[in-house]
């Protein structure tokens, strides 16, 4: 069975970076799709980046130029890079793989 887990979250200034990790395991033989979304206090959890199996990315409007997903398929592991990070940003961001999602990992953008 899949089993995902994120690290990379931490407490940054305005116009910071982080770089998200997703490691996974239990991972399918056939092409799978990783995707990233995030939920803030109060809102509705919503996508942000995927990558393919082709590493053909997309992104939603208010992360591109900022956001860059990548994936390493030897080691089963997705990033997030996020660049130019802003109070908005604050949230929880999930990695998501075939219907798993992983526990999480907290980004506070803050002065």
């Known amino acids: 069975q899949v089993q995902l887990v994120e690290s990379g979250g931490d407490v940054v200034q305005p116009g910071g970076s982080l770089r998200l990790s997703c490691a996974a395991s239990?991972?399918?033989?056939?092409?799978?799709?990783v995707a990233w979304y995030r939920q803030a206090p109060g809102k509705q959890r919503e996508w942000v980046a995927s990558?393919?199996?082709?590493?053909?990315?997309t992104y939603v409007a208010f992360v591109k130029g900022r956001f860059t997903i990548s994936r390493d398929n030897a080691r089963n592991v997705a990033y997030l890079q996020m660049n130019s990070l802003k109070p908005e940003d604050t949230a929880v961001y999930y990695c998501?793989?075939?219907?798993?999602w992983g526990q999480g990992t907290q980004v506070t953008v803050s002065s």
């Open positions: 990558i393919n199996a082709e590493e053909v990315t």
């Open positions: 239990g991972m399918p033989s056939r092409p799978y799709t």
């Open positions: 998501y793989v075939i219907g798993t």
